[in-house]
């Protein structure tokens, strides 16, 4: 069964850093680009990052461009965003989600459970 | 960016009704369209890839049809588990959007 687990998620002031990781289970982890999605309070899903299976291609949303980094270790089945420069905005549940693909964005077919990152002073 | 509009944003339906939900792109995406499920609490769930192909083990009374700029997806027969927000998301060319959603309620 595949499962997806995040972990990583808390309060953390503007301007801070955080960093969030999901470890995956049930598949093979190195077959397959991962993304990470979030959902602000109240709002919709809203694509954040991909990674491919080989990590040799990685894009941002706008938002987030200069201020995350997404980064994994097949080794350790494992999906990280590292994000600094905090900002209110992205106050949100962050997903981890996987692509049926080693290397496409296209589509998400399985999801983790979320972890909530919230930005407050 | 390409903007996804969902409408409409909530609905309630009785039991065994017929729901249809309609997702608009502001540029033509061919069938680069899927949608998701999103249940409280739960992680979302892929229901249709390219517009109208079911996933694998999702229930038939879901279906999704259209190409170019409009698309519709459709509960045949609305049941109690059906209760969720419901999401179309285009893969034309990144970034990838989703719609805002609609959220599904029983009457």
């Known amino acids: 069964e595949v499962q997806l687990v995040e972990s990583g998620g808390g309060l953390v002031q503007p301007g801070g850093s955080l960093r969030l990781s999901c470890t995956a289970s049930?598949?093979?982890?190195?077959?397959?680009?991962m993304n990470w999605v979030r959902q602000a309070p109240g709002k919709g899903l809203e694509w954040v990052s991909y990674i491919s299976s080989s990590s040799s291609t990685i894009y941002y949303a706008d938002s987030v461009k200069g201020r995350f980094t997404i980064s994994r270790d097949n080794a350790k089945n494992s999906l990280y965003m590292q994000m600094n420069s905090l900002r209110a905005e992205d106050t949100a549940v962050y997903y981890c989600?996987?692509?049926?693909?080693?290397?496409?964005?296209?589509?998400?077919?399985?999801w983790g459970q979320g972890t909530l990152v919230t930005v407050s002073s | 960016d390409i903007q996804m509009t969902q409408s409409p944003s909530s609905l309630s339906a009785s039991v065994g009704d017929r729901v249809t939900i309609t997702c608009q792109a502001s540029?033509?995406?061919?069938?680069?369209l899927n949608w998701y499920q999103h249940k409280p609490g739960k992680p979302p769930k892929l229901l249709i890839t390219?517009?109208?192909n079911l996933e694998t083990g999702v229930s038939s009374r879901f279906s999704g049809s259209g190409s170019g700029t409009d698309f519709t997806f459709t509960i045949s027969s609305l049941q109690p588990e059906d209760i969720a927000t419901y999401y179309c998301?285009?893969?034309?060319?990144?970034?990838?959007?989703f719609g805002g959603g609609t959220k599904v309620d029983i009457k």
């Open positions: 390219d517009a109208s």
């Open positions: 049930g598949f093979t982890f190195s077959s397959h680009s």
């Open positions: 989600a996987r692509t049926p693909y080693a290397s496409s964005w296209s589509v998400f077919d399985y």
């Open positions: 540029r033509d995406i061919s069938n680069f």
């Open positions: 998301q285009h893969y034309e060319y990144l970034p990838p959007t």
